[in-house]
């Protein structure tokens, strides 16, 4: 593997090493492998060493995991200058990073290069199908969400501290406040193939779920 690579793989390594909310390097990987078979997919061209570098570092500059998203940020920008990569190519990295999430995407999706957008679907395709439930699940037990409660309605129309805000969220409703929107999200053909199957697999579970609770009462 080329050196830039690993220099890249240490940093997003270290960055993430104490994460425990689901963001856990094995999700990075994923991502990458996923960005690498959709850029394959492609039939115009993509700059590869920009999907993978914006891949191992997508979630370097989360919100939820550093303290200062700038500070964060210019750690980025710095290790990307020091390994070479055009100023252009820096852009489309911190762009793709910046803009990607679901958290970003609320109001509306941002603009995003075609580097940017496979990337940005190879991340959220990891939030779905039988990973994103037990990533959801995951991440709901590290922050102490009920499992259900039909008296809590899913929300709409969040914004982003709507979405932070873990007061009254359960771990269904986050198939609805989220997971079951992605789909129609995704930007390239393949990652919206590999969701279809992905996407009712999670409607199938849901409604195991609420099967089984409502056969209780
Ligand atoms: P994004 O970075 O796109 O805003 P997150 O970082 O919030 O997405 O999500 C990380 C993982 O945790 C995803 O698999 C997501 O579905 C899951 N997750 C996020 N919020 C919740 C929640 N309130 N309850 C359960 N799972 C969640
Ligand atoms: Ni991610």
């Known amino acids: 593997m080329d050196t830039k690579l690993q220099e890249i793989i240490i940093f ?3 960055k993430l090493a104490h994460d425990k909310t689901g963001h856990n390097f094995d999700h990075i990987e994923r991502v990458v492998k996923m960005a690498q078979n959709l850029a394959k997919q492609q039939t115009g061209n993509v700059d590869l ?3 993978l570098a914006a891949a191992y570092l997508h979630d370097t500059i989360d919100d939820k995991l550093v303290a200062n998203q700038q500070v964060a940020l210019t750690q980025v920008i710095n290790l990307l200058e020091n390994l070479q990569f ?4 820096i852009k489309n990295i911190t762009n793709t ?3 990607m999430s679901y958290s970003t995407s609320l109001n509306g999706k941002q603009e995003l290069s075609i580097e940017g957008q496979i990337v940005q679907d190879a991340d959220w395709l990891d939030a779905l199908g039988a990973i994103g439930i037990m990533r959801a699940i995951y991440y ?3 922050h102490g969400e009920k499992i259900y409660d039909p008296k809590i309605a899913p929300r709409d129309n969040m914004t982003k501290q709507d979405y932070r805000n873990l007061d009254n969220e359960t ?3 986050h ?3 989220k997971l079951f929107k992605l789909t129609s999200m995704l930007n390239t053909k393949q990652a919206r193939q590999i969701a279809a199957k992905r996407q009712q697999f999670m409607a199938d579970f849901v409604t195991n779920f609420k099967n089984e609770w409502d ?3």
């Open 12 to 14: 997003a390594k270290n």
């Open 49 to 51: 060493a920009v999907i």
């Open 86 to 89: 055009t100023p252009d190519q």
């Open 97 to 99: 990073i910046t803009k």
């Open 140 to 142: 709901g037990g590290a």
């Open 171 to 173: 771990i269904i409703n």
């Open 175 to 177: 198939f609805y406040e």
């Open 215 to 217: 056969a209780l009462s």
